[in-house]
């Protein structure tokens, strides 16, 4: 009997240990079709495996519902540079649902909230005029929200800066305001420390490209 | 503890292992088409493959316990399966069914044109009424751009499928407005009253709507008011005929606002040639005043309140006299006020409430005086039930005191008249979806006019069938009945509610940003007034009418890079009987054809939206009593291209738009026939007068600044 129950407990242990390492071996293996999908710009992929993973991850993680929702906005960004701004719509709306299973298992989560500023930015891309009225405002207020709850994470200042950079300059947009952010991004992509190396790094190329363009367009505006 | 048992755990672990089966298989969407790059895993675990370019899959799966497998698309429902125990491998076929997203969704749609940011199967968004080229603003003019209205620009107000001006009632936040256009003496055109930057939404419906809407027989249009503004911000206006300025401030949970505006285009019309001999042209001033407040139980309180003075005098024949030139002169005072409050209950129910008063008093002089004041006081409440399988149950009443004055003078006669009125009414009305492809609204409003003593029950029913993907037909059906004008009622009241009813077919085809819509209708008239020319105090519900035809409507947001365009083009067959209509006749506010082209046109590198609308309208009826035919005369074809450009800028580092517009850019000849005289001249001929726009062309410049982190877009 002693045997039966050590047996079991150590089977349950085994169980839990396995799926814990299941989990993390599926993240590890999905962050790394992540970082293959920067590359290639296609991240169907990842989407995919975040996906699952989503579905199945052990209670309180956040990280799945965030990246497959990162993947989805990413495919977005694809589909704008195609033109396809039905198709934007549709990355999105997916985008959106695992962000809100992202929020309600991490409510006050910096990341969570910058990647909600991502997603109303994205909406803008379907439809400037009409949808850069009541977007726009919400995205800005989702990043400042964002930077209140983590001031030292950079994702939330780049993004800023990104909507800001694209954003022309009689809607409080333009690349003087923006370089203020970007700036700001850089300076703590530099300093913050990822939790673990499964906690998001991405921005920080992107942020640099960004900040180059805007002070060359800042130097040629003075000019 | 034997190791035996460690022995069985490990030969049932790698048995499993190496038994590894192949689910495989193919996703397709519709009949044919692969679904590339589907997701598909199994429940619970972290397994899972994709699908290729021919959306294929092969999944290794262990043959244990049954399993079920997920397969996610984008832009499809979610499909699950149960793959049963104990078989080797597995091809299996998924076809997957489109989601059913807002805009694939069926959606009740006949007559009904919507404008909205919240809703995403809407023909329109509240920034293209603002940008609609021609319209400077105007609302009203920018909705006589759209299929089933008649330009009649020499009067302004929307004319809706043969139906009058005055059968079109405006509502905002679901209270009646009683005077939603400004004051005017006849062939003058008016604007609407409000500014379209108010409303969040605007449904425009022209045939066929809701039983929560009544006392119309042509046509309901619907504004919803902005709630809670993003952010404090101030904003100025200078224009060529005028000046405003407005603040809003905004609180956590709270905003009020408040602003004036001035108009004068007195040194305008001193610039710019003129129609009219103006000794005083039209000046306003306005006042309003809004607030907003979101309660702690998520409700939301709104309230505003507008106040207009208006007047001008002008050097103006009579028709009767048309060599000689008197004073025409109007002064026009309009208060409205209202308040609503909009509650979610719980998930079950809802509750919309509110309450308005209005206030209109009007001073016509030319050798005769009009004193007419309207006093208005209204009370509604509405109750939505929400059910769980997407049917919602919608219970209301309302009431509607209004209070007419008119005192005429003139060198012999002294009338005074007055009545009051009293329109009280309920509806239910039912919105739900039958399967996937039909949606259905069916209502009953049951109506009370007190000073008519009558009381009505209108059925409402409106049907939509989705055909294939993006298409649908609808269909509607209703009885609308509303009280005579006041024209008639000051006369007598010895009369019953006019009654229309609607039948609509409607087609609808969307696709990536294009639209195309067709809707036929009938329209039967009974119960209208009438009574032999000259003698309206004997009038009765003996006239009848039918007015019926095509509407064609066409949006294409895609196919011109940085354009957007619509077509909208009117057929309408139109007679009446009514009124002093000595026979069945086309009245002289219908015009078989009409057609609007709306352009815009968004230029990068100049931060400028160029604007073009072009207007026709085919010839109108107007008669000559000089002739022994009735209406017998024709309007000459009506033609008009607007432009206007939107230039988006900075002004000391705020939002500022430079705004131009020119009416009539081609310099067509713009009239609309004759206004005869009542009384024959000492021959017995009756004399006219020429009815012509105000100004050959209209130009307008003006600068507007918002100053403040939330001045995106608004003003």
Redesign the interface.
């Known amino acids: 009997m002693r045997a039966l129950i050590i047996l079991f407990s150590l089977a349950l242990s085994i169980s839990t240990f396995a799926q814990n390492d299941r989990y993390t071996a599926a993240m590890e293996k999905a962050v790394g079709e992540l970082q293959a999908a920067e590359q290639t710009r296609d991240f169907s992929a990842p989407a995919n495996t975040f996906e699952r993973i989503t579905a199945a991850a052990p209670e309180g993680e956040w990280l799945p519902a965030y990246y497959q929702s990162y993947c989805h906005i990413m495919q977005a960004v694809g589909a704008m540079q195609q033109g396809k701004p039905d198709q934007i719509t549709a990355f999105l709306e997916k985008a959106q649902g695992a962000l809100d299973k992202a929020k309600e298992i991490s409510p006050e989560n910096p990341e969570i909230l910058a990647l909600q500023g991502y997603i109303y930015t994205g909406h803008i891309w379907a439809d400037p005029m009409g949808n850069g009225p009541m977007y726009s405002p919400q995205s800005v207020a989702a990043y400042q929200t964002a930077i209140e709850a983590g001031p030292d994470h950079p994702r939330a200042y780049h993004l800023m800066g990104m909507h800001l950079f694209y954003m022309p300059a009689m809607y409080g947009g333009g690349p003087e305001r923006a370089v203020s952010y970007l700036e700001k991004a850089a300076e703590r992509f530099e300093s913050y420390e990822p939790a673990s190396p499964m906690h998001p790094a991405w921005g920080s190329y992107f942020n640099q490209q960004l900040l180059e363009q805007a002070t060359a367009k800042l130097e040629k505006e003075e000019k | 503890?034997?190791p035996t048992?460690f022995l069985a755990?490990f030969l049932i672990l790698t048995t499993a292992l190496n038994g590894q089966s192949i689910l495989a298989g193919r996703v397709l969407t519709g009949k044919t088409d692969p679904a590339v790059?589907a997701?598909l895993?199994i429940?619970?675990?972290?397994?899972?493959t994709?699908t290729d370019a021919d959306g294929q899959f092969h999944l290794p799966y262990l043959p244990g316990d049954s399993l079920t497998l997920?397969v996610?698309y984008?832009?499809f429902q979610q499909l699950e399966k149960q793959i049963p125990i104990g078989k080797d491998s597995l091809w299996l076929e998924f076809r997957l069914k489109p989601q059913a997203?807002e805009?694939q969704q069926v959606v009740i749609s006949a007559g009904a044109f919507e404008a909205s940011?919240e809703k995403?199967a809407v023909l329109l968004?509240?920034?293209?009424i603002v940008?609609t080229a021609g319209s400077n603003g105007n609302i009203v003019a920018a909705l006589n751009t759209l299929p089933g209205t008649q330009s009649n620009a020499e009067d302004g107000r929307i004319f809706v499928r043969g139906g009058d001006a005055h059968e079109t009632q405006t509502f905002i936040d679901g209270l009646r407005v009683p005077n939603p256009y400004t004051s005017n003496v006849p062939d003058l055109p008016v604007r609407g009253r409000f500014s379209p930057f108010l409303f969040k939404g605007t449904s425009f419906s022209t045939g066929g709507y809701s039983a929560a809407y009544g006392d119309a027989l042509s046509s309901a249009l619907v504004l919803q008011t902005k709630d809670l503004p993003?952010?404090s911000v101030t904003s100025l206006s200078m224009m060529t005929i005028g000046a405003g300025v407005s603040h809003t401030e905004r609180w956590e949970n709270s905003a009020l606002s408040a602003g004036v505006d001035y108009t004068n285009p007195g040194p305008y019309t001193r610039l710019v040639p003129q129609n009219i001999d103006w000794e005083d042209p039209v000046t306003a001033q306005g006042a309003q005043v809004g607030f907003r407040q979101k309660m702690s139980n998520g409700a939301l309180l709104k309230a505003q309140a507008n106040a207009q003075w208006s007047g001008f005098s002008m050097r103006h024949p009579l028709p009767e006299n048309p060599t000689e030139q008197s004073l025409l002169s109007l002064q026009n005072d309009n208060y409205y006020g209202s308040a609503t409050y909009h509650q979610l209950i719980d998930e079950e129910w809802q509750l919309d409430a509110g309450l308005a008063a209005g206030y209109d008093s009007e001073r016509i002089d030319q050798r005769f005086s009009v004193d007419r004041s309207n006093a208005m006081m209204q009370g509604r409440a509405v109750a939505i039930r929400y059910f769980e399988n997407d049917w919602a149950l919608k219970l209301g009443t309302e009431w509607i005191h209004s209070d007419f004055e008119e005192h005429y003078q003139d060198t012999e006669s002294d009338i005074q008249s007055a009545f009051q009125e009293d329109y009280i009414s309920a509806f239910a009305e039912t919105e739900g979806y039958l399967g996937e492809k039909i949606a259905l609204r069916a209502g009953l409003r049951a109506e009370r006019y007190n000073l008519l003593d009558a009381n009505r029950l209108s059925p409402r029913l409106s049907l939509a069938y989705k055909a294939g993907q993006g298409g649908q037909f609808a269909f509607a059906y209703g009885h609308f009945y509303q009280a005579p004008q006041q024209d008639w009622l000051r006369f007598t009241q010895n009369l019953s509610p006019e009654r229309a009813d609607h039948y609509l077919v409607n087609y609808q085809y969307r696709k990536?940003?294009r639209t195309i819509r067709a809707e036929l209708y009938h329209k039967e008239y009974q119960n209208l007034v009438q009574f032999p020319a000259g003698t309206p105090w004997l009038a009765e519900n003996s006239g009848e009418g039918y007015a019926r035809g095509l509407d064609l409507f066409y949006r294409d947001?895609?196919s011109i890079p940085n354009g957007?365009f619509w077509v909208s083009y009117s057929y309408l067959d139109t007679e009446r009987h009514y009124e002093d209509f000595p026979v069945a006749a086309t009245p002289d506010f219908a015009a078989k054809h009409n057609l609007s082209v709306v352009y815009k046109h968004?230029i990068q590198e100049l931060?400028t939206?160029v604007g073009l609308t072009y207007t026709l309208g085919s010839p109108r009826p107007y008669d000559d009593p000089n002739t022994p035919r009735f209406n017998d005369l024709r309007t000459p074809t009506f033609q008009d291209l607007s432009l206007n450009l939107s230039y988006?800028?900075?002004l000391f580092g705020h939002?500022?738009i430079v705004h131009a517009s020119v009416s009539n850019v081609l310099g067509f000849e713009q009239s609309f026939g004759e206004r005869f005289g009542n009384q024959p001249d000492p021959n017995g001929r009756f004399t006219s007068t020429a009815i012509r726009p105000p100004a050959p062309r209209f130009f307008f410049v003006g600068v507007f600044v918002s100053i403040g982190?939330?001045?995106?877009?608004s003003n």
């Open positions: 503890m034997k048992y755990a790059g997701n895993y429940k619970g675990t972290f397994e899972g994709s997920v996610s984008i832009g997203s805009l940011d995403k968004k509240p920034i293209d940008t993003e952010a990536g940003g947001r895609v957007d968004w931060q939206n988006l800028t900075e939002f500022t982190e939330g001045s995106t877009f």
